[in-house]
DNA sequence: GCTCTTTACGCTGTTCGTAAAGATA
DNA sequence: TATCTTTACGAACAGCGTAAAGAGC
């Protein structure tokens, strides 16, 4: 048997809707031309114009309509847009988010914690963590809980454990990388 | 000079996030295994695993810890699933926005007609087309022939009814969003 | 040994850029 | 004519599938 050389047909969903054309769309509407767009993009004038041509195919609507002028939207290509400025939002929020695991705090967690705290199970709590998360280095400092609280905040720690009587009653917070807040016990 | 052959480098701002492998990743997460996203997404195991991979090193940081029993996010990957959720949902919304606007039946249509032309059936047919499309808001103006034609043209307007007098005997033009073009009557 | 993931490699489809042609004021 | 968009075509790249190799229980 030859090979089976892909399923092509379904990039996603049933329409083909892929980022760099949607970007590229994106473009075309905001400078009201292909050739800006083009320019905008580093891509070439044709290379931009079958894009949307052929997106316009497989949607079954103009999204563009064309004048010796420049481009300008349909009431299609109105209401693509209207949802490119979100989807593309979303996808500014994602990168950023990548970048800051990707920058300097890979696989590090910086824990800081006083005195008080230690003293139930919080070293059994310690060891199931690192043992479900072996890839990641836990650095381990003693503060005064005001420090404590602050640095989590600036981020110069990920995790900070403060004693419950101070702040919440039966509380202890760990705060890992701003997206996860779990109860400890 | 020989071609430039383009500048292939940037697919999505610096990270080379594409649609295809979000979904896949998606899938993996999902699944718990890159054999079964694999069945799910009909695509084969090693393109999965080099999509992932490359996405991975694109990013700089693991997305998947990977086991003999499967596969499993690591914390950039839960963080990036969070974000995938609503952006599919995005997607999700602008896929059916599309699919109305590929299917005719939807939206508004801004419809301009000059004073001579009412007098007939038109009323009629105006309560026929309503009654036949109900989800399409419908905008009447008045204008003169000229300035009818040219909207229709530019898109400003997308029905234009003139006097048949004017341009075409007895012929009466309704342009619906530039992809049909009927006779009335 | 079994099940999972990764790497190697040939091959095909996709997509680019250049260049020429069509359209419109 | 000048300025835009589209189409044609050759070439490079990207991405798939098959198959073999690595890893962990």
Known sequence: MPPHQGLR??????FG???????????AVEERSLVWAAERE???????????????????????????RGVEPTAAGEALMRHLDTLFEVLEHTIVDMEAFAAGHRGQIRLQANLSVPAG???????????????IDLYIEERISADIIHSVQIGTAEIG???????????QLLHWRTDHLVELR
């Open 9 to 14: 047909h379904m990039p996603w969903s049933s």
């Open 17 to 27: 809707l892929d980022l760099v054309t949607l970007r590229v769309f994106k473009a």
């Open 42 to 68: 580093r891509l070439a004038l044709s290379a931009i114009s079958r894009r949307i041509s052929e997106m316009e195919a497989r949607i079954g609507a103009a999204l563009l309509r064309r004048h010796d």
């Open 121 to 135: 199970s919080f070293p059994e709590e310690l060891a199931s963590f690192q043992k479900s998360h072996p890839d």
């Open 161 to 171: 454990l403060v004693s419950a009587t101070m702040h919440a009653p039966n509380l």
